[in-house]
């Protein structure tokens, strides 16, 4: 059994920092890549940032320059450090992890952004 845990999302006012962490545990083959996505009401869940072992990262254009995403290989972990956060980056903000076999999602943390 895997488990995926994300905390650390909350309110903040537009052009303030959030910083996400998610935590990978239980029976994990070869992960090959961590990352976030997100999910607004009425849209589509999209991916935000991701990261794989070797250290190499994508970010939707959105997010870029904004987002930075980080990753401890030792502990399972992926971060998403959030600054400038715009109202449009509201959103329950999922965490995946890609193994060689299957991907596994945590239950999502609400990311709210005040203007």
């Known amino acids: 059994q895997v488990q995926v845990v994300e905390s650390g999302g909350g309110e903040v006012q537009a052009g303030g920092s959030l910083r996400l962490s998610c935590a990978a545990s239980?029976?994990?083959?070869?992960?090959?890549?961590m990352g976030w996505y997100r999910q607004a009401p009425g849209e589509q869940r999209e991916l935000v940032a991701r990261?794989?072992?070797?250290?190499?990262?994508n970010y939707a254009d959105s997010v870029k320059g904004r987002f930075t995403i980080s990753r401890d290989n030792a502990k399972n972990t992926v971060y998403l450090q959030m600054n400038s956060l715009k109202a449009e980056d509201t959103a329950v903000y999922y965490c995946?992890?890609?193994?060689?076999?299957?991907?596994?999602w945590g239950q999502g943390t609400q990311v709210t952004v005040s203007s």
């Open positions: 990261i794989t072992n070797s250290g190499s990262t």
């Open positions: 995946k992890v890609d193994t060689i076999y299957l991907g596994y």
């Open positions: 239980g029976r994990l083959f070869s992960i090959n890549a």
